[in-house]
């Protein structure tokens, strides 16, 4: 049983005053009457909460975020939706506001999810600052303030990767803030992880809480997209310290639990911390999920249930949301859709028809039922193809990834498991894992590093052999940029692989995907500009802050 919940629900009111538009970056009290008594332990529960949890009573109703959907305002719900949304992966046909702008890739300095992750992102970072503006290093104070500043530079790394120049701030103090080059925060980023290296424990001290390799692994991310942040490209360094991370503690997850399902399936299901926490678990990163004491609408229980509509729920579970569907262009990764149209299997029989644990599709019969139940009877059926109109739920494939499952149950049973909330799902999110680290060794040496006792070919078929993928393979500039979307589909990060690689916006992107630009599949490429491959400031952070927008917005 998971036992960190209990610190998040008292985590949830240990600071006062905390909701706030990103102008205002202060978390002291505005009455100066009020006296605020600091809990190191609370503050520092709350830090980590800010990975999963939205606001300080729950799943709704007072959010950190002011002026703004709380169920959508979470740390990973928000980061997930724009690194996949304006991708080849996940699409979403909601109506909400941005949503449309996002999907097509023509979003503004005033477009709501921008400004939403944004001032996430910022409010995050000012707790934090909080914390280490008050924390003691007495007992375990030392491995929290070491850890608090992992959180803090995930924060930063993202606000590098998705907004490029922005405001630094290490201290929680009125006034403005010094707008740090794309560059700058690079070289602050580098040399608070490469201190935190020897600050944070060799090994997490419960399944929850990070190492020092998960800030090698972050490093690694770092380098691999060095030439993208700083324009100088450090192969090498990604090479070296991904290739630490492999050897280090924490390892791939290879061996079914159950035999019902297979390694990659066990990683994103509603007991994967079994597989992917403690000591030697794949994940260097978790963020806990709990349906009792971790509820929230931006968490797994977004990534399970948005990616199901009610037919596709066992019975006596919650409603699916009719959320997240793929691309034909992401189909292609796996199967030829143009040879294979008609393919029509469940979540579990296709990767064994497409030969790839990592394949957990399922496709839809002519009446927009989906296939729930295992039957191997089912072979093909007319007018499968992935039709890609992006019309909505119905229009092309469910990706059925992220799962409320458990391991001991039954193939269909979901989040309804004695003991579990019945509403929220207990599925942790692996956001940095082992897997990661092999494909950065493998493209960074591809790309010049020299290698260390591995090729990048053998650090490729690591992941497929884990995959039970044994069709034979050409390392390649396009295989890379494929296999990361086969390993780490809907895992929110395909936005920045695609900028790595060239191919999301700019006139040399000569990829088109559904959806890009706002064509369909056989409309054909959209030249993209430049602009799109950061996301801009917020409007009123550039007019109240006196900041410089990104080039082009």
Known sequence: MKTLGKYFICAGVA???????????DVVPHDENKIMEFNQDAVFSKCYATLALTGQ????????????????????????????????????????????????????????????LYYRLYIDITLCNHFLENAKEDGDGANQIAEVRFIRALNYFYLLDMFGSVPFVDKVSPGKKEQYTRSQLFIWLENELKDLEN??????????????????????????????????????????????????????????????????????????????????????????????YCQAYGGSTFLVLGCRNTDYMPANSPDG????????????????????????KNEFDMPALLGDDRAIFCSVLTNGKPVIEP??????????????????????????????R????????????????????????????????????????????TASGMTAEAAIQALRDRAHNTKPFTLSDDFLLDEWSREFWAEGRRRMDLVRFGKFAGTSA????????????????????????????????????GLTQAEGY
Request: glycine share 10%; proline share 5%; net charge negative.
């Open 406 to 449: 458990y391991v001991e149950n039954t193939m269909g049973e979901d989040i309804t498991v004695s003991g579990h909330g019945p509403n929220f799902v207990d599925t942790d999110i692996p956001m940095l894992r082992v897997g990661e680290a092999y494909l950065t060794y493998a493209e960074a040496v591809h790309r010049g590093a």
């Open 15 to 25: 600071l006062f005053g905390l909701t706030a538009c990103v102008q205002d970056l």
């Open 199 to 292: 600050k944070l424990p060799e090994t997490r001290l419960n399944d929850f809480r990070v190492d020092k390799y998960a800030a090698k692994l972050l490093l690694a991310r770092m380098y691999l997209n060095a030439e993208v942040y700083t324009g100088v490209p450090q192969w090498q360094k990604a090479a070296d310290y991904a290739k630490q991370v492999i050897d280090g503690p924490h390892k791939l997850h290879t061996t079914s639990l159950g035999g019902v399902y297979t390694p990659y399936q066990e990683l994103f299901m509603g007991d994967n911390f079994r597989v992917v926490g403690g000591a030697s678990g794949e994940a260097l990163l978790l963020i806990y999920q709990d349906g009792i």
């Open 57 to 116: 009573q729950g799943p709704a109703g007072s959010g950190d975020i002011d002026d703004f959907d709380e169920g959508m305002s979470s740390f990973y719900r928000m980061t997930w939706v724009l690194q996949e949304m304006p991708t080849d992966e996940c699409w979403i046909p909601w109506n909400d506001p941005g949503f449309d702008d996002v999907r097509k890739v023509r979003w503004n300095s005033l477009n709501q999810q921008v400004q939403g």
């Open 321 to 344: 949301w009719a959320g997240y569907r793929t691309t034909p262009e992401f189909l292609s990764k796996f199967v030829d859709i143009d040879i294979t149209p008609t393919i029509l």
């Open 510 to 545: 000569n990829y088109h995907w559904e959806g890009r630009g706002g064509n369909k599949s056989e409309e054909g490429l959209v030249n993209l500009e430049k602009k799109y491959n950061i996301y801009p400031i917020p409007e009123a952070d550039i007019v109240a802050a």
């Open 375 to 404: 039957d191997s009877t089912i072979l093909t059926a007319d007018s499968i193809k992935p039709r890609g109109n992006m019309g909505g739920f119905q229009d092309s494939w469910s990706m059925l990834k992220w799962t409320g």
